[in-house]
């Protein structure tokens, strides 16, 4: 399974993230030890929402449709 993610930042209530992977845990732990530069200075981070897809093709469709400004509005308004 592929999931697409999104994060909360703890002490930036504000900031979100959604991102791709194939374990999920694992991915947290690296946002929340520093290792992505675009996440590093809100941490830490919380899941709000994980989404499984069987198709790894859709999963990475979906996760750029949510880093557009529609997509965004989207997951303002379902996912968050």
Do not use: C, Q
């Not at 697409?4 to 929340?32: C, K, M, Q, W």
């Not at 899941?47 to 509005?73: C, H, N, P, Q, W």
């Amino acid at each position: 399974m592929t999931y697409v993610y999104l994060l909360r930042s703890v002490p930036f209530r504000d900031r979100i993230y959604f991102g791709l992977t194939h374990n999920v845990r694992r991915r947290l732990a690296e946002h929340n030890a520093g290792r992505s530069p675009h996440t590093a200075k809100f941490r830490p981070w919380e899941i709000v929402t994980v989404i499984a897809f069987r198709d790894d093709s859709r999963a990475a469709d979906f996760e750029r449709y949510l880093k557009t400004g529609s997509g965004a509005a989207f997951a303002t308004r379902h996912l968050w």
